[in-house]
């Protein structure tokens, strides 16, 4: 085990050659890439079955399906189709995103109180009026516990990946450091990654703060 | 004695406009009459509102009370639209003479406000959605000082207290000037005297404003209070409809007013016997 002034100075000479920021740079993208897409679908399939019936007879089931599936599990199919370029981690990823934020963007626009949408009806709102005003944020509380779940499924998707089959990124320097016996750099990357997951829960945590005012448990 | 009761037979075929007359005061241009012809609402095989048949002039405050399950509630959600009659009609006598649904806002129990928005958003959500925010916002200020929150605009509604809420629900369906007020037990969760405050300002609205009041109560001291006219449900029919002369705002402890609520009490205890 190196010592901390080990991967103090590892730290350094990492940073002066340029080869830390790119990783960090690389693994942060392929991360975020794969929260848009992943949130993204997950997003719209929730709101989606939460609003309508045929939607949600359609897909939840198989929806319910894929998710048993481990998404680690699919890393041999994914080398095979994809190869070890950005598209297999970007596919792992949005994989790995997407089941957390649907379902519960799914429960959250299931829940959102019945009584609120009558009065939204009788007062007159439309479709588009009713979903802005009442039933998205509704849900929003939900669908935060489900960002911050996906937000660590994201990193350790990530790691797998990037671990197995990169040519960059912090797995990929992880790896490379370990065939040198680099134990410093090793522990670096582990250190990386704590950091980017609580920079991601922390900012996570601020959206939520900032959207969800309203709610007394936010208040001071 | 100055009380005049009603009783009729149940499921009376015409409703008797003649007798209760329009309210001495012009009503204004905006409030509706109501006139219900053989309504009645089932849920699977159970009979709810069994023929109900009657007239309320434009600008009247009715009061609707009963036991639980008597169909009260019922009665209010079928002349919102909330849920639609199984039998009999619903025509409302506007200006325009269209018979169609005039402009009808309803108070629940609860009092349903979005808790991330605003108090004065909220108000506003009862102008619809078709108006510029800041007019809207400026309309829901001038409601909200009406109901004595003009300084609460910007809370959460989280932030108030149940009879204030109630009093922000009560702003968001008189923003729009409303025709037709239904009010389904509003005061019902509130204590026994923010009951009396809220009811000395719906009294006081409905006076300003001039709006058709539909009031769905258990409290019967609460309805003969407010009410121009009482109606007794039992069973889906209209048991008892009677006429209050008296003239507002009424005095809590007023005699006349304890008689007839004893036996509107009598009337309502004795009809499950």
């Known amino acids: 085990m190196p010592s901390p002034a080990d991967v103090a100075v590892a730290l350094w000479s990492t940073t002066i050659s340029g080869q830390l920021p790119h990783d960090v740079l690389v693994s942060a993208g392929r991360a975020f890439a794969g929260l848009l897409v992943g949130g993204a679908i997950g997003f719209l399939l929730g709101i989606a079955n939460g609003v309508s019936k045929v939607s949600e007879q359609l897909t939840d089931t198989t929806l319910q399906m894929l998710r048993t599936i481990p998404h680690l599990a699919m890393i041999p199919l994914v080398i095979l189709w994809f190869g070890i370029g950005e598209e297999s981690k970007l596919f792992l990823t949005s994989l790995g995103v997407l089941f957390p934020v649907y379902l519960n963007t799914y429960h959250g626009v299931r829940n959102v109180d019945r009584d609120l949408i009558e009065m939204g009806r009788v007062y007159g709102m439309g479709s588009w009026?009713?979903?802005?005003?009442?039933?998205?944020?509704?849900?929003?509380?939900?669908?935060?516990?489900?960002?911050?779940?996906?937000?660590?499924?994201?990193?350790?998707?990530?790691?797998?990946?990037?671990?197995?089959?990169a040519s960059s990124g912090i797995g990929h320097m992880a790896n490379n450091a370990r065939e040198f016996m680099m134990t410093d750099v090793v522990v670096l990357a582990l250190v990386i990654y704590a950091v980017l997951g609580k920079l991601a829960d922390v900012v996570a945590r601020a959206l939520e703060r900032r959207a969800l005012t309203w709610n007394p448990i936010y208040q001071k | 004695m100055s009380v005049i009761t009603h009783e009729r037979f149940h499921g009376s075929i015409e409703p008797d406009y003649a007798a209760h007359g329009e309210k001495p005061a012009t009503p204004p241009a905006g409030a509706a009459s109501i006139t219900l012809t053989g309504l009645e609402k089932s849920?699977?095989?159970?009979?709810?509102?069994?023929?109900?048949?009657?007239?309320?002039?434009?600008?009247?405050?009715?009061?609707?009370?009963?036991?639980?399950?008597?169909?009260?509630?019922?009665?209010?959600?079928?002349?919102?639209?909330?849920?639609?009659?199984?039998?009999?009609?619903?025509?409302?006598?506007?200006?325009?003479?269209?018979?169609?649904?005039?402009?009808?806002?309803?108070?629940?129990q609860e009092p349903r406000l979005l808790p991330w928005l605003s108090v004065a958003e909220n108000v506003a959500v009862g102008l619809g959605d078709g108006i510029d925010k800041r007019l809207a916002l400026a309309e829901a200020a001038a409601v909200l000082s009406e109901v004595q929150l003009a300084e609460k605009a910007k809370e959460w509604p989280s932030r108030l207290s149940g009879g204030q809420r109630q009093r922000v629900a009560l702003a968001r369906a008189l923003v729009s000037k409303p025709g037709v007020l239904a009010l389904d037990e509003p005061l019902g969760a509130l204590d026994a005297l923010t009951r009396i405050s809220m009811?000395?300002?719906?009294?006081?609205?409905?006076?300003?404003?001039?709006?058709?009041?539909?009031?769905?109560?258990?409290?019967?001291?609460?309805?003969?209070?407010?009410?121009?006219?009482?109606?007794?449900?039992?069973?889906?029919?209209?048991?008892?409809?009677?006429?209050?002369?008296?003239?507002?705002?009424?005095?809590?402890?007023?005699?006349?007013?304890?008689?007839?609520?004893?036996?509107?009490?009598?009337?309502?205890?004795?009809?499950?016997?």
């Open chain 1, 129 to 165: 009026t009713l979903f802005r005003k009442v039933i998205f944020p509704g849900a929003l509380p939900s669908i935060f516990v489900g960002l911050r779940y996906a937000l660590g499924i994201m990193w350790l998707t990530l790691i797998v990946s990037e671990s197995i089959a």
């Open chain 2, 43 to 108: 849920f699977g095989g159970n009979r709810v509102l069994r023929g109900i048949n009657l007239h309320i002039p434009a600008g009247q405050f009715v009061a609707v009370i009963g036991k639980s399950g008597c169909g009260k509630s019922t009665l209010l959600r079928v002349l919102m639209g909330l849920d639609q009659p199984s039998a009999g009609s619903i025509r409302f006598g506007t200006a325009d003479g269209s018979g169609e649904r005039p402009n009808a806002r309803i108070v629940f």
């Open chain 2, 199 to 273: 009811q000395e300002l719906i009294n006081r609205v409905w006076h300003e404003l001039g709006f058709t009041t539909v009031l769905v109560t258990h409290d019967v001291s609460e309805a003969v209070h407010l009410a121009d006219r009482v109606i007794v449900l039992e069973e889906g029919r209209i048991a008892l409809d009677v006429v209050i002369p008296q003239p507002h705002p009424r005095r809590h402890g007023n005699p006349e007013l304890a008689e007839l609520e004893g036996r509107l009490l009598g009337a309502i205890l004795g009809a499950g016997r």
